[in-house]
Structures are given as C-alpha cells and as structure tokens.
C-alpha cells in the first residue's frame, strides 16, 4: 500500500510539474504576442500620416523637390567629417539632395514617397521605397546615418522614439546618426499664426500610449479639452462643394486666408467658454497663451501654385476628396501637411530610452533641434 501511495504522489507531484511548464509556455507564447502586436501598432501607418504626410508629398513632390537644392552646413559638415568609404544611410532622403555629398563616401536613400524616390533615381542615385519605423536594412549594415527633418512627421511618439531605434540598429557598433527636428522655439514667431493647429477629429486615433492628448503638459492643464478647440478641416460649405457636380479647380471658394483668421476666433472663444469658472480676465489671457506655448501639433501649409498642380492633373482629385483647397487670392492649391513640432529637450529625452546609444552632440540650428547620436561598441569589437 506504501508503495502505491508513493506512486500516486510521484504522478500528481509529475502532473503538477507539466501544469506549470504548460503555464509558463503559454504565458511566453502571450508576452510574445503582445511583443509582436506592439510592434506592429507601432509599424502600423495611423491614417493622418497617410492622408496628411504619404499623400501629400505624393502630390507635391516636383514643385517640393524643385525647392529643395540649398544643403545645410551643418548636416554637411557633418557628413563631410565621415571617413573616406562610409556606407552612409539617409532615412526620408526626400529628392536626394544630401545623397552624394561626400564623393569618398557611398549614399542610400530610402523615402516612403515615390514620386520623391523618382525625382532622386533618375538622377541615378540609390534608392529605395522604405519606412523611417521599419528600414529595410540588417542591422549593423552602415557606417553612419541621417534623419533630417521626418521625425516630425511622425504621429505619435512610439512611433518616433521606433524610428529613433531604426536609425541605430542600422549602423554598425561606433557609428554616428545624425537627427534633425523642427523645433515649437521657431526664430521667425510669425510662422505659428500661418499654422492651423490640430483639430480633435484627428486626435481620436491617438488615445493611447504616445498620444498627444496623453503627454502630461495636456492631461494636466484644465483648460485643455477636446470641447474646446472646435473641429474646423471640413466644414458644412466644403461638404456641400464636394457633392455638387460642377466641383473642380474652377467652382472651389478662396477659403485659406479667411478660415485661418476665423479658426483662431474660434479657437480663442470657444477655449474662454469653457474657462468659464475663471472669472479674472488676465488669468484667462494668461492660459490662453499657455495653451499657444504648448501647442505642438500642426498643419503647415504647402502652396502649390496653379501651373503645377495641373502638370499631374493630381490636383483636382485631391480637391474632390478635401485633401487640398483652393486660393484663388494666391493662385495655389493648398495642401496641409501634419507636424508634431518638438520642444526643447524632447528629442534628447527620446533618445535617452534607446539603450545602445548615447548623445555626443546636441544643436539648435535654423529653427531645428539636432542631435548626434553614437551607437555603443559592443565587446566583441
């Protein structure tokens, strides 16, 4: 009987080792899931950038390209300074125009606009289409890279500090990864009021980690809400355009200058309505002007002059849909494109989580945050 007892007790004591086993796998296979379900979310494009970045550029990428020849001194020191042979990545290279600038060095571009990847392969350059959050590089595969002004085009800010890790990972142990950024402390202050700042139809997808609407400066200010900043990228008059059957170039009203002055009105009473337990005027300006100093999120305008909107004919579809609009008064198509415009420090602070790099130079220059990042040597080097 002893016996049988000790075997019964061997076989629960071996079931119970099985469960936990059993246990322990499914929780790996779920912390896995969530792994991959994480970086797919992250890898996954939100639909402002599609309509507001990816499309935009898309449709603008000759006249945009046709502007951008002046090279910045110093990303071209910085490139310059890279020993003779360097593979040197540019993520969001754009027309290419840093592509090549180092004539001992060797180039390759990648931009997820391909009428931009066009514009730089016929010039011969090499190229590909690719995304800033999921380069299509082995890790270690170059000597150095750049980022010059995209990380700002990035919605949430998983999704930039993932780029931030993208431009490490591709670099070999030792290499250097320059980042530039538009910076909320513009030099020229007027810019701002040619802004329209983000509405809440676009924020909603955000709610969640790295959502503006999340970020402490928001969450804790009472007087930020989404009620109080009226939704204005479609209004009733667009609507009713898009339905009529004469909507093209010629039928769309002038509407950028007037919505823009009316925007901030609205912007400004709404936001005191909804101050209303404030009953001193200065506090009230004083927050008003708070809530300005904290903005971050932006659509900047693009003009696209008539002549060369219908080079492609792009634009009266774009017109149709509400992507662009008409200014008669500047005889452009206007397109808006998103902007998450950094404050001082944060570049730095988002750089900091990436654990295999350090910050060895930090800039502000022509309106811009810099930052020049070092990837770590591993023990094997």
Known sequence: MRDVKVKANSRLAHKEEEEEKEVQILQSVSTRENEISSSLSVKSTPEIEKKYVHRVYDAIAPHFSSTRFAKWPKVAAFLESLPSGSVILDAGCGNGKYLGLNPSCFFIGCDISHPLIKICSDKGQEVLVADAVNLPYREGF???????????????????KKAIEELVRVVKSGGFVLITVWAAEQEDKSLLTKWTPLSPKYVEEWVGPGSPMNSPRVRNNPFFGLESIPETEVSTKEQKAENSPSFGLESIPETEESMREQKAAEIITETKNSMGELKDEKSIEESLEALKMNQQEYFVPWHLPYHRAEVSGASASALASGLAKKDDRKGAVVYNRYYHVFSEGELERLASGVGNAMIVDRFYDKSNWCIVLQKATSNQD
Not at 147 to 157: D, N
Request: glycine share 6%.
């Open 142 to 160: 170059g000597d150095s890279a750049i980022s010059i002004a995209v990380l700002h085009h990035l919605s949430t800010e998983n999704r930039r």
